[in-house]
């Protein structure tokens, strides 16, 4: 497989291990913000101690976007599953637009940010790195 970016760069994709978690998750935005409904997926990410955790949110369409909550959706996660974590989200056919996958980076200054990985176009900036890193990891990142 194509050599990853290290862990310290805000992108980061590590190998999924065993499944932890696979549960419902209701996550509100501020204290007495709207909230929402959503399927949590946890993984161990190759050597814990290196790698950490790896977590797909599944938006099920129930309550506000798990896109308009991603920098608190971070967070939350971030504390529960402890460093270092990875996360991304994932949209189900139908759900605003076609369906997709994206890595959310890390909230920075200026909000959370996306990166498309899968599916992965021809011009995607990264294509070789997330292509490598979907050819063995996708399948168990769309599975039900």
């Not at 190759?46 to 309550?63: K, S």
């Not at 308009?68 to 504390?79: I, K, N, T, Y």
Request: charged share 20%; net charge negative; hydrophobic share 40%.
């Amino acid at each position: 497989m194509t050599d990853l970016p290290r862990r310290t760069s805000r992108l980061w994709l590590p190998p999924l291990g065993e499944l932890l978690a696979d549960e419902e998750l209701v996550y509100h935005v501020g204290a007495a913000g709207p909230r929402g409904v959503a399927r949590l997926r946890v993984w161990e990410a190759g050597d814990v101690a290196e790698h950490g955790r790896f977590a797909v949110v599944t938006d099920l369409g129930r309550g506000m976007p798990v896109s308009d909550a991603q920098s608190g959706l971070w967070r939350m996660l971030a504390s529960r599953l402890g460093q270092p974590f990875a996360m991304a989200e994932q949209w189900p056919e139908g759900r605003k637009g076609s369906a997709h996958v994206d890595l959310v980076l890390p909230p920075g200054p200026d909000g959370p940010e996306w990166l498309r990985i899968w599916p992965v176009t021809g011009d995607h900036p990264l294509r070789e790195y997330v292509g490598a890193w979907w050819s063995v990891n996708g399948d168990t990142v769309l599975s039900s």
